[in-house]
């Protein structure tokens, strides 16, 4: 079965940075895009980064673009989001995501706390 399961995250200062890793299993990881998103309290789950099965193709959120980096390794079957000079809007659950055909599979959720 389609397995996600995230590691990473934590409490970091404002400025600070973090990366968040995601393991995919029981599917050919190679030929599926990749996304990361969040849902901060009270609000929807947003759409935060995606990456193509290739690396070729990277799309970010305005709010989080040129400052989080989205990347893979499909030798290792994973998925990673580079945070940096996080601030404090961007605390929120984060959850890595696969489409494949119909049917949409998430990781655990991992919460990022960003406060002094």
């Not at 599926?32 to 009270?42: F, H, I």
């Not at 998925?79 to 404090?88: E, S």
């Not at 696969?98 to 919460?111: A, D, F, H």
Request: aromatic share 10%; with cysteine; proline share 3%.
């Amino acid at each position: 079965q389609v397995q996600l399961v995230q590691s990473g995250g934590g409490l970091v200062q404002p400025g600070g940075s973090l990366r968040l890793s995601c393991e995919g299993s029981g599917f050919t990881f190679s030929i599926y895009s990749m996304n990361w998103y969040r849902q901060a309290p009270g609000k929807e789950r947003e759409l935060v980064a995606a990456i193509s099965s290739t690396s070729g193709a990277r799309n970010y959120a305005g709010s989080v673009k040129g400052r989080f980096i989205i990347s893979r390794d499909n030798a290792q079957n994973s998925v990673y989001l580079q945070m940096n000079n996080l601030k404090p809007e961007d605390t929120a659950v984060y959850y890595c995501n696969v489409r494949i055909l119909n049917s949409v599979y998430w990781g655990q959720g991992t919460q990022v706390t960003v406060s002094s």
